[in-house]
């Protein structure tokens, strides 16, 4: 009797172990190359993702555009293995032109919009109208913006369509591979543009506001799965989480707007 419960105890013991290595054996570990607009959101979701699924995020960040070798771009373009990529949607766009992202694993996530932030305790000048941003631009000693989408957008529309290109031409500076805040909290420029998502969670900075409707690009932030992604099914479930209604919850808090819902 001793040596049958002994045995059953070793089948328990040893069916436990084949369970937890089949466990282990079935989790994946997902590349993952995000913008800075999705980073705060990733960042609070991704340990509870790793929680539920028992897969393990490793996450690199970049931007959409540009010319850095962080760009999203560019990790493809030099064969870097990535299975999800979280970036502006006409830049994931053209991706899926280049073969290079599976246009059905496609999802929108949230929306974003762009804000002014300057140093803490400066002067926070009126941006409310398009009339006040413009001559906020014209009286800025210096002006910081990204070289992602937003300061894409800024150097090479908003100001023309305000019609300071030429004023603010030789104070404007994009800014590669560092956050607009960061500069800005240095006092290296006196005002700075970015995604509002990228500004708050930047210490040493103030929000002055985001550009006034008129003024004001609403950006799309997507995530997909890369065709040469080595776990495209869990890259896949991944997406799904992110693009989820418990996950639209903390996305807004990151200050951006959930897809699907109202302004996105």
Same mark, same amino acid.
């Given at each position: 009797?001793? /040596?049958?419960? $002994?045995?059953?105890?070793?089948?328990?013991?040893?069916?436990?172990?084949?369970? &937890?290595?089949?466990?282990?054996?079935?989790?994946?570990?997902?590349?993952?190359?995000? %913008?800075?607009?999705?980073?705060?959101?990733?960042?609070?979701?991704?340990?509870?993702?790793?929680?539920?699924?028992?897969?393990?995020?490793?996450?690199?960040?970049?931007?959409?555009?540009?010319?850095?070798?962080?760009?999203?771009?560019?990790? !493809?373009?030099?064969?870097?293995?990535?299975?999800?990529?979280?970036?502006?949607?006409?830049?994931?766009?053209?991706?899926?032109?280049?073969?290079?992202?599976?246009?059905?694993?496609?999802?929108?996530?949230? $929306?974003?919009?762009?804000?002014?932030?300057?140093?803490?305790? #400066?002067?926070?000048?009126?941006?409310?109208?398009?009339?006040? &941003?413009?001559?906020? &631009?014209?009286?800025?000693?210096?002006?910081?913006?990204?070289?992602?989408?937003?300061?894409?957008? &800024?150097?090479? +529309?908003?100001?023309?369509?305000?019609?300071?290109?030429? =004023?603010?031409?030789?104070?404007? /500076?994009?800014?590669?591979?560092?956050?607009?805040?960061?500069? +800005?909290?240095?006092?290296?420029? =006196?005002?700075?543009?970015? =995604?509002?998502?990228? !500004?708050?969670?930047?210490?040493?900075?103030?929000?002055?506001?985001?550009?006034?409707?008129?003024?004001?690009?609403?950006?799309?932030?997507? #995530?997909?799965?890369?065709?040469?992604?080595?776990?495209?099914?869990?890259?896949?479930?991944?997406?799904?989480?992110?693009?989820? #209604? %418990?996950?639209?919850?903390?996305?807004?808090?990151?200050?951006?707007?959930?897809?699907?819902?109202?302004? $996105?």
């Amino acid at each position: 009797m001793k /040596r049958l419960t $002994c045995t059953r105890r070793f089948l328990h013991a040893l069916l436990g172990a084949l369970v &937890l290595a089949s466990q282990v054996a079935s989790a994946a570990q997902i590349q993952v190359v995000s %913008s800075g607009g999705f980073a705060a959101a990733l960042r609070l979701l991704g340990p509870g993702y790793e929680r539920s699924s028992g897969n393990t995020l490793v996450v690199a960040w970049g931007p959409s555009m540009g010319q850095t070798p962080e760009a999203i771009p560019n990790r !493809l373009k030099r064969g870097e293995p990535v299975d999800v990529v979280v970036m502006v949607d006409p830049a994931l766009d053209a991706l899926i032109k280049e073969g290079k992202i599976a246009p059905a694993s496609k999802k929108g996530l949230a $929306c974003s919009r762009i804000a002014m932030a300057v140093r803490a305790g #400066a002067v926070k000048p009126d941006i409310s109208t398009v009339d006040a &941003l413009r001559k906020t &631009l014209l009286g800025a000693r210096s002006i910081a913006y990204s070289d992602s989408a937003s300061g894409v957008y &800024l150097s090479t +529309v908003l100001f023309a369509q305000l019609g300071i290109a030429e =004023q603010v031409k030789d104070k404007g /500076r994009m800014i590669p591979g560092e956050p607009v805040g960061q500069v +800005v909290a240095r006092g290296e420029a =006196q005002i700075g543009f970015q =995604q509002l998502s990228e !500004l708050l969670p930047i210490p040493g900075i103030e929000i002055v506001g985001l550009l006034p409707d008129g003024a004001q690009k609403v950006t799309l932030f997507s #995530a997909a799965v890369a065709t040469d992604s080595r776990a495209p099914q869990a890259a896949a479930e991944l997406i799904e989480f992110l693009a989820s #209604a %418990s996950a639209a919850v903390v996305i807004r808090q990151t200050g951006l707007e959930p897809y699907g819902q109202a302004g $996105c």
